[in-house]
């Protein structure tokens, strides 16, 4: 699940960020903050694996509306993550521009674009 992967990824570059420690008690704030909502993400992301092997058993034993059913909670689990993901660079808006805040968005973006993806293929299941 290259989502959870990356998302993992983010949530340790910015957590290590986080204990380097900073004068700028907005900055500090938002790290933990965007460490929080990507821990957040990365339960829900786990969640829709859950739902993911449910939509394996399901099509084995029962028709296609329970298939479309665990496909539904997978998009509800996703969605959930990628408002997650968006929680953390919002708190990064009152954060003076600079280097961190660029790679925090970076990151943070890409993490976003992987899972939108995996939503939108959660939707043609």
Same mark, same amino acid.
Do not use: I
């Given at each position: 699940f290259v989502s959870l992967s990356r998302a993992k990824h983010v949530a340790a570059y910015v957590s290590r960020e986080a204990e380097s420690g900073s004068d700028d008690s907005? @900055? /500090? $704030?938002? %790290?933990? #903050?965007? /460490? $929080?909502?990507? &821990? #957040? @993400?990365m339960e829900q992301m786990r969640g829709s694996l859950k739902q993911m092997e449910e939509i394996e058993t399901a099509g084995r034993t029962s028709g296609g509306e329970s298939v479309r059913f665990w496909a539904s909670k997978v998009q509800t689990w996703m969605s959930a993550a990628l408002m997650n993901q968006d929680t953390c660079t919002d708190g990064f808006e009152e954060v003076d521009e600079g280097p961190l805040k660029a790679e925090v968005g970076? %990151? /943070? &973006?890409? @993490?976003?674009?992987l899972t939108s993806n995996a939503l939108a293929h959660a939707g043609r299941l």
């Open positions: 907005q @900055a /500090v $704030s938002a %790290r933990r #903050d965007c /460490v $929080s909502s990507f &821990g #957040d @993400a970076r %990151r /943070v &973006g890409l @993490a976003k674009k």
